[in-house]
């Protein structure tokens, strides 16, 4: 290119630009705004998990394993690896603290060691390492006065030999939850005789007796980072839920927004992109020269100003992380990484936007005119070919072939009955329509078909989903096994309320004879047995055994004694009871101690749904069966919430996050699961992202379609044309769209409703969002139709 080419070409830019100042002003400023929020959005999001994350290992303990439970032979070996210094034992309860003069004081968890602490994310001082040495939360201190230094008192009413004064060493922190009063103390180790709870940085619970009775479920072990990642999937789903679908959400309507803004640039104005185009072409550029001389200006002021918003969005994020975090209670970190995902993501969506706007205005102005009646019938016959197979497909699904098939069917129908749809003789009535709709055909057909595609595709994967999440018991019952007795206690003492209707079952110790509760068949195979022989062990290819619980009278818990799962009643109304000795890891039988009948109530109703956690049987706390040899009561304990579903969201994120950082080693099952919400959120979030994508396969289509008619459409309103006959050039474009997007969402949720087959599956729903895309595809063919019917602007060259 020459120096004077060049020039011009400069000078024809500028003034472009110039030209539309005003537009350009704007699109600066939504591409600042646009940017700075993507970039703030995905630090936000980042730093809000991170926090969680570093909340769940600060309150942790900071090793990597939590031991609970154990007979006292597991206790005692647990206590020798404490006085080796391979473990740390561990209590937690409620206490108080006081400044030295006593005159400030406050009440918050206190955590008892016998060893060095790492609670806590560590500000000021150090952690406690030696006996009568203690830190406190950011709060506490702030609460009494406390500084580095300060000797204050300790009052523990469950506990005083642990109380008195200790020195003050450090200050510390709860990432995800800066209001947090805490106290971390290290003792003396006669204090914790009874501790229940011990952290060790080495799996210290594989050898001899701690290995035996962890086989065999007596001793639970929970690691850090399995807490830490069941605490970031409960956060993302039930308090971020479905973030990272609205994240893409965010990124296509973005996306949308920048192809918008480069649309309206090239075609507004009295000097428009295609006018200048026209003189360019006539002064010998080609097409695509003069289309990047208009908008090389137009590109470059975009990319800077969002390479400016970019810039803005970090540098707020990495000024006011501190006061964003403390707004959401939590201590943030700044991170590069986040920052540069954000960028990332901008600029993914600057080249998605510049991507679609040139497909919208360029694309259409290439296709020729074909009128061969011969290939417009190869396409009717084979969109009906491929409507018969998918039909047939999905029909055999709801009769006796898998899921896979009906998917499969659904999406051939969806296709060959858009394609079909495209070319019936009723949308080119009149040699004008018949013109029009041929010559959009090469670009209208494999959109219109992308359409029904993604349309059956997300109805069947959204109907899928939602009825996968509601197949489940929702009635909001949440359940912790193998919790100890003083996690228990300090649950039933922060959430008295929510605990009312709490219902707490023993465990006996299963160390080393553990307590079952065979079927009336198995029981009498077993009590002519000396041994658990194999052939008693199951019955009818289900297990023949179950656990035993027990409950104290006046409790909640207490007013299932006597009941058991209805399968373990005999016709006398009664349960077997086997007691096998399992203390002999080496044994190759294992010898059943003894076996009883007891008589039972009746069938377990109350929990019968909850096939997890539901024992066998429930039985008094002074039933015979404890006054067998061997028979001993553990500190384990299995707690239901019946009714945690119908508590407020605060309360119940609070006991999830104190179950899982508390009680790591404990199994959690919930109705509400983390499996069901996300089954919900993609549910929706298919259904958002598919109508999204709708609307730009549409958009683009209907702006190549109107770009094709400009001139016709110029020509029939010169000629007297109604409204409505220019309405009527883009039926061959939004009837079938319309009519074709809805056929194929129906096609999709039959594909994913096995309502013939499994006739069970009709007490679950599918929700109406998988309708959702096919509404957002009837919208735009109405629109279409409110745009085509305008005069066009050009109509005043002809007055």
Known sequence: MSRST??????????????????CILMIAICICCSAVQVAFAQGLAQYVTAVEDGVRAEFGGYAYQISGGSDAAVQALNRHVTQGDAIAVMRMRGAV????????????????????????????????????????????????????????????DMPSAGGKYTVT?????????????????????????????????????????????????????REEGAVEEMKSSVLERVLPGNYLYALALGIAISLIYAIMFIALYTSGHCNGRRVEQALNACGFSAKQSRRIILRHAVLTTIVSIAVGIMVGACVMWLFHTWFGELFDQLWRWNIADALAGTCMAMVCLAL?????????????????????????????????????????????????PAVQGKIGALMAAAGLMAVLMFVPYLRLTPIQQRVALRSRGYTVPLCVLVALVCSFASAISAENMLAATSTSNEGKFSVNN?????????????????????????????????????????????????????????????????????QPGTEAGKLIGYAKPNLIDAQNQVGIIGVDVSDPNAEAEPIVFSMQVPVTGGNHVLRNDDDVMPGVVLDTSSPVLEQDGVEMSDSRLLILPTFGSLPD????????????????????????????QMESMAIGVAILVSLANLIIIAVCASAALSTQRQLRDDMWYLGASRW?????????????????????????????PWIIQPEWTQSVTGWWWLMPSVVALVCCALLYGVASLPPRSSASHA
């Open 353 to 401: 936007g510049w991507a679609l706007s040139v497909v919208a205005l360029f694309r259409s102005r290439t296709e020729h005119v074909e009128t061969l009646e011969g290939k417009t019938r190869a396409y009717r016959l084979c969109g009906i070919a491929l409507c018969i197979v998918g039909l047939a497909l999905l029909a055999s699904y709801h009769l006796w072939v």
């Open 98 to 157: 006081a400044s030295a003069d006593g005159r400030l004081a406050t009440s918050g968890d206190v955590t008892l060691m016998s060893g060095p602490s790492r609670y806590g994310r560590l500000i000021q001082g150090r952690q406690p390492q030696t006996e009568r040495e203690l830190s406190l939360s950011r709060e506490a201190c702030s609460q009494i006065g406390a500084t580095i230094g300060d000797t204050i008192e300790l009052r523990l009413d």
């Open 483 to 551: 919790i100890n007795a003083r996690d228990v206690e300090y649950l039933q003492s922060t959430y008295p309320q929510a605990m009312a209707d709490a219902l707490v079952f023993f465990k006996p110790d299963d160390g080393a004879l553990q307590i079952r509760v065979p079927d009336p068949t198995s029981f009498d195979c077993l009590a002519d047995s000396d041994v658990m022989a194999m052939d008693c062990y199951y019955h009818d290819g289900d297990m023949a055994q179950d656990m035993v619980l027990f409950a």
């Open 170 to 222: 450090g200050v510390t922190v709860n990432p995800a939850t800066l209001s947090d009063v805490s106290i971390v103390t290290v003792t003396e180790a006669d204090n914790l005789s009874d501790a229940q709870m011990w952290l060790s940085d080495t799996a210290i619970a594989d050898t001899g007796v701690l290995l035996n009775e962890a086989s065999h479920g007596n001793i639970h072990v929970g």
């Open 725 to 753: 006959q220019l309405a009527r050039l883009v039926t061959p474009l939004a009837l079938p769209v319309g009519l074709g997007s809805m056929t194929a969402s129906i096609m999709g949720w039959l594909a994913s409703h």
């Open 6 to 23: 060049r020039r011009i070409t400069s000078a024809v830019g500028r003034g472009y630009t110039r030209s539309h100042a005003v537009l």
């Open 650 to 677: 605060e309360t119940k994120n609070a006991i999830r996050s104190d179950v899982i950082v508390r009680a790591g080693y404990a199994l959690v099952v919930e109705d509400d699961s983390t499996e069901r919400r």
